[in-house]
């Protein structure tokens, strides 16, 4: 059974950083893809980023392409998600994701889901 802990979330200014963390446990997960989700209140949970198992393969959302960055460190088994020049709209809950399949941006092809973290950014 893989767990996964999000970590990092909170308060930011428009404009400003934060980075999140993906901390996976129950299963190595080295050959698999991961992924960040968001939702913003009222709104279906949407695809942010995702990276392949060997890190070669990394997309992004257009929303968030230039501005977020999302890395592993498959000797720590994590996944994180550096997120810069922050806007209202990115404020929502952000959920890390790992998927049985080596490389996926669709949120259906995603088996394990943490609980999320909260970003909120203020205008």
């Known amino acids: 059974q893989v767990q996964l802990v999000e970590s990092g979330g909170g308060l930011a200014q428009t404009g400003g950083s934060l980075r999140l963390s993906c901390a996976a446990s129950g299963r190595t997960l080295s050959s698999n893809s991961m992924g960040w989700f968001r939702q913003a209140p009222g709104k279906e949970r949407e695809f942010v980023a995702a990276i392949s198992g060997s890190g070669l393969e990394i997309y992004y959302a257009d929303s968030v392409k230039g501005r977020f960055i999302i890395s592993r460190d498959n000797t720590k088994n994590t996944a994180a998600l550096q997120m810069n020049s922050l806007k209202p709209e990115d404020t929502g809950v952000y959920y890390c994701?790992?998927?049985?399949?080596?490389?996926?941006?669709?949120?259906?092809?995603?088996?394990?889901w943490g609980r999320g973290t909260q970003v909120t950014v203020s205008s």
């Open positions: 994701a790992a998927s049985l399949r080596r490389w996926s941006t669709v949120r259906g092809n995603y088996d394990y």
